[in-house]
């Protein structure tokens, strides 16, 4: 179901985006054009960028952000309230919750990590009991371009997103151990914050042969050869 499908049903019910289910799986996409402040990406302070990534990603002021959002609609779902759009599975395996960014710059090592923490802080906002939980996937942030160029490999040849999304938080685990850390930070960095989209992007070339997207074919035939 599209957002704006439900938002005509229902203006005040604040769905996500794009709900999609898929094997028993239901997955959640926040679509956001976020920008970042220039004097803000210029100084490169990391606590000032980290509070803007929360401005962006969480809350402003008093508006919801794709990170608050998507754990409110998770409420939602758990608590059939996505019935009034004919969509309402009673029995589900996980849900998953996607922000989908329109831009390449915030494949950066670690945001995905603090997104992790900030979506356990907005569950515990929207009300969501840790009994609950265990049905609840971390988020993650893919770039669109991606998400897009891989569309037709998705869900074929038991590449699954919701596999996909399982192995990216298995991986990036994060290991306190200081030594872990110290020892070697740059192989640390690799293997626990990479970008999710790093990750989608290395998988699913490593398990297959990628194409060009047919969606993609058709537009530049329809732009270049048209007679």
Same mark, same amino acid.
């Given at each position: 179901?599209?957002?704006? #499908? ?12 794009? !709900?999609? +289910? ?7 996409? +926040? ?7 220039? +004097? !803000?990406?210029?100084? *490169? ?5 980290? +509070? ?12 919801? &952000?794709? /990170? ?33 960014? @329109? ?11 603090? *997104? ?18 265990? &049905? /609840?996937?971390? !988020? /993650? ?5 991606? $998400?897009? #160029? ?19 938080? @298995? ?9 872990? $850390?110290?020892?070697?930070? /740059?192989?640390?960095?690799?293997? @626990? $914050? ?15 042969? !990628? @194409? ?5 074919? &058709?537009? $530049? ?7």
């Amino acid at each position: 179901r599209e957002g704006s #499908y439900m938002e005509n049903i229902d203006p005040q019910f604040g769905a996500s985006d794009y !709900v999609a +289910e898929y094997k028993g799986n239901v997955f959640l996409f +926040e679509s956001k054009d976020i920008l970042i402040k220039k +004097e !803000v990406k210029d100084k *490169l302070f990391i606590p000032e960028l980290r +509070e803007e990534f929360r401005r962006k990603f969480y809350k402003d002021g008093n508006s919801d &952000k794709a /990170v608050l959002q998507l754990a409110k609609n998770v409420k939602k779902v758990l608590d059939s309230k996505y019935s009034k759009f004919s969509f309402a599975p009673r029995k589900f395996r996980f849900i998953y919750p996607i922000v989908v960014v @329109h831009s390449e710059a915030f494949n950066i090592l670690g945001l995905n990590q603090i *997104l992790f923490q900030w979506f356990a802080e907005a569950c515990a906002e929207a009300g969501i009991t840790k009994k609950e939980m265990y &049905k /609840v996937k971390q !988020v /993650v942030l893919i770039d669109i371009s991606t $998400m897009l #160029y891989f569309q037709d490999q998705i869900n074929k040849n038991k590449t699954g997103f919701n596999d996909l999304i399982n192995g990216y938080i @298995h991986r990036t685990r994060l290991k306190t151990k200081a030594s872990l $850390m110290t020892r070697s930070p /740059v192989k640390y960095g690799s293997d @626990h $914050m990479i970008p999710f989209s790093f990750y989608f992007d290395y998988t699913i070339k490593s398990l297959k042969k !990628v @194409h060009t997207p047919r969606i993609l074919i &058709k537009v $530049m035939q329809e732009l270049f050869f048209r007679r």
